[in-house]
């Protein structure tokens, strides 16, 4: 079975996909030159189930809102661009190879950090209600409530696994 994901987007001539788990975990890291949508599909469908594409700044690129659509997912934009120092902080504490990794890898912590408290809250509900959390923490992000998420759980499983 595959597992939810959010994805995070560096374009540019250098392109850079960082997808991790609902954790907020490092799953993958790709970095290629000259890439198209097809490669950005292709990487992201190797590593998951996409719940949210995110990129680093506060207008959301092209290839990203396409992405999204493409996924039928979350798209996250921070309220502002992602400043270099907070980036910075990602190579620091991830191994990363590039900075077009450690920009995709501040986008889906962006994304991430958002949704966390949510992301805890459905987790611990899950769990308690024998449910599957990463299917419920997807519908969270998906603007369900908890309460719903938990309770179509029957519901979710199945809409979920492709």
């Not at 890439?35 to 949210?52: A, C, D, T, Y």
């Not at 504490?93 to 994304?111: F, G, T, W, Y």
């Not at 308690?128 to 409530?145: E, H, Q």
């Amino acid at each position: 079975m595959m597992n939810h994901i959010i994805v995070g987007i560096d374009t540019g001539k250098t392109s850079a996909i960082a997808c991790t788990d609902l954790h907020g975990n490092i799953v993958s890291l790709y970095t290629g030159k000259s890439e198209g949508l097809p490669w950005f599909v292709e990487k992201i469908r190797e590593s998951g189930i996409p719940v949210i594409i995110s990129g680093d700044k506060k207008r959301s690129q092209e290839t990203v809102r396409k992405l999204a659509s493409i996924f039928n997912c979350v798209l996250f934009a921070p309220r502002e661009d992602i400043p270099v120092w907070k980036k910075n902080e990602e190579l620091s504490m991830n191994k990363v190879s590039s900075i077009h990794e450690r920009d995709a890898l501040s986008a889906a912590k962006a994304a991430y950090n958002k949704y966390a408290n949510k992301l805890g809250q459905a987790d611990r509900l899950a769990r308690l209600s024998n449910a599957d959390p990463d299917s419920v923490k997807a519908m969270v992000i998906r603007r369900y409530s908890v309460y719903e998420a938990v309770n179509k759980k029957d519901r979710v499983n199945r809409f979920f696994k492709k």
